[in-house]
């Protein structure tokens, strides 16, 4: 089952090699279906999680090769010790399903417990749902804008429901697979029709300039190149927004330039002349974005977004980020050596919308908060763009960066509004409400994105309801299963 798992993972971005889950979950489901008890169906899903989590989050590794020289002990342990963490996740619904009775009962089951023990995942440390299997639809091209527009009403977990239940269909021989290949055809139909349904409209969302400094991690960490690094971002922000300012896009629409995560190299809100000089270098635009630390009033640390207007640079608003990442932002109790410097960061007090002079509400997020499913706005003050800083330089020219980027494309679909992404090694890039990559700058490029973002479109069913309406599929095909049999879950196969 280890080894099926690490199979499995192939159908995470960038890979995206769907097709074997039709393979693999099947033969998980005979796995479970031959277990002598529940205990041993939880074993094997266990395996399961095991490998597909591991080999799915290989990446990690790359991490903690930029400080190999302290953490080099951890280098076999990251992958698999986080994969350890989630496996669970797999283990539980193997268990679980045996409840059901045998056959396509069984099947439904194990779609419905795996798609909610999936969502549980945002409940682990401050959350790590990354790579839900609906993510795989992401494919490149028209070809996955088509097959990820369910996701409008649905959410990503409701594609992973669908995943799950296309892939088991193969056990009923070549009817299930006939099923199965209608299945795919009715969701790029129906997938396809969203997309025509709705046109976007023009908006006054602004013309966003993504800056993309190409600073390795290394050269952030020693702080020997600070200034270079600074002056390096003024440049390519004065090249940036003339380059908007002169463009036929412009005409009548506010410019916006976005820094990465962490990219000021200093402590901008305590900097005024710092502020000054972004303010000048974007002369003519509305606003700058601008990813840096900063020490709060009780001396914590934050990692923080904060929006610049002309013409004296003064800070029109901030974010702090609310999501930390486990293990990299904050030390878990239960871990008996120290792998966070200091006592790690203070969390943000959760997600706002800015409303800059002149320009169209717009949502902050940092880094992997846009992986969070269904919380990626505030509900109460609906911004119409949204713009997520980044810096994934830590995980090198790898599947982690791509994976990221996955999850920034299908939020723009869930919450039915365009996306700009400022990541400092890469990769940029802009999706409009669909989901439909706008531009985009490569891995390890240094240089500048002119983007006109597009219309958003009217509140979807995802943006009105959120994870409840994955969560009630998921809970619909549980009790379509019926009759549970508590005497199946111990009698062997």
């Known amino acids: ?189 129906l997938g396809g029709a969203l997309l025509v349904l709705r046109p976007l409209p023009a908006g006054r969302n602004p013309v966003v300039v993504l800056v993309q400094g190409n600073v390795p991690e290394t050269q952030k960490i020693s702080g020997e190149d600070d200034i270079a690094i600074f002056r390096r971002y003024l440049a390519l922000t004065r090249q940036g927004v003339a380059q908007a300012l002169a463009g036929p896009a412009a005409s009548g629409r506010p410019v916006v330039f976005a820094w990465p995560e962490s990219a000021f190299p200093g402590l901008l809100q305590e900097d005024d002349m710092a502020r000054q000089m972004i303010a000048r270098a974007g002369a003519g635009a509305s606003a700058g974005v601008i990813g840096s630390m900063r020490r709060d009033e009780s001396d914590r640390w934050r990692n923080s977004v904060m929006a610049v207007v002309e013409p004296d640079g003064r800070l029109a608003d901030l974010y702090d980020k609310a999501h930390l990442v486990p293990f990299g932002e904050y030390q878990p109790a239960f871990l008996p050596f120290h792998v966070v410097p200091g006592d790690g960061m203070a969390p943000g007090a959760g997600l706002r919308t800015w409303h800059l002079p002149g320009v169209a509400p717009v949502g902050p997020l940092i880094c992997y908060e846009v992986i969070f499913s269904g919380q990626v706005v505030d509900r109460h003050d609906r911004p119409d763009w949204l713009v997520n800083v980044t810096n994934d330089g830590w995980y090198g020219n790898t599947a982690g960066p791509r994976q990221h980027l996955a999850a920034v494309r299908i939020r723009a679909v869930e919450e039915g509004m365009p996306i700009a992404r400022a990541a400092n090694t890469g990769i940029s890039a802009a999706f409009d409400a669909h989901g439909h990559e706008i531009v985009r700058l490569g891995w390890n490029r240094e240089g500048v994105l002119v983007v006109p973002l597009t219309g958003t479109l009217p509140v979807t069913i995802f943006g009105l309801f959120g994870r409840w309406v994955p969560f009630g599929l998921a809970m619909g095909a549980i009790l379509l299963a019926a009759p549970w049999r508590v005497g199946a879950a111990r009698r062997p196969r």
């Open 1 to 189: 089952m280890l080894l099926v798992g690490a199979v499995a993972a192939l159908a995470f971005p960038p890979v995206d090699l769907l097709p074997v889950l039709a393979l693999c979950f099947p033969l998980l489901m005979r796995a479970i279906d031959r277990a002598g008890s529940w205990r041993d169906a939880a074993r094997r899903g266990f395996m399961f999680g095991l490998g597909l989590h591991t080999a799915g989050l290989y990446w990690l590794t790359d991490a903690i090769l930029v400080r190999v020289d302290t953490f080099w002990w951890l280098v076999p342990l990251a992958a698999p010790g986080c994969a350890l963490i989630l496996a669970p996740m797999a283990a539980a619904p193997a268990a679980l399903c045996r409840l059901a009775p045998a056959g396509w009962r069984r099947g439904l089951a194990l779609a419905g417990l795996w798609t909610l023990f999936d969502m549980a995942r945002v409940f682990i440390f401050s959350g790590f749902p990354w790579n839900p299997l609906g993510s795989g639809w992401e494919l490149p091209g028209l070809v996955g804008d088509v097959m990820i527009q369910p996701a409008a009403w649905v959410g990503v977990d409701g594609l992973t429901l669908g995943t799950v239940l296309l892939a088991l269909l193969p056990l009923a021989g070549r009817r299930g697979v006939a099923l199965s290949l209608g299945g795919v055809l009715a969701w790029a139909i």
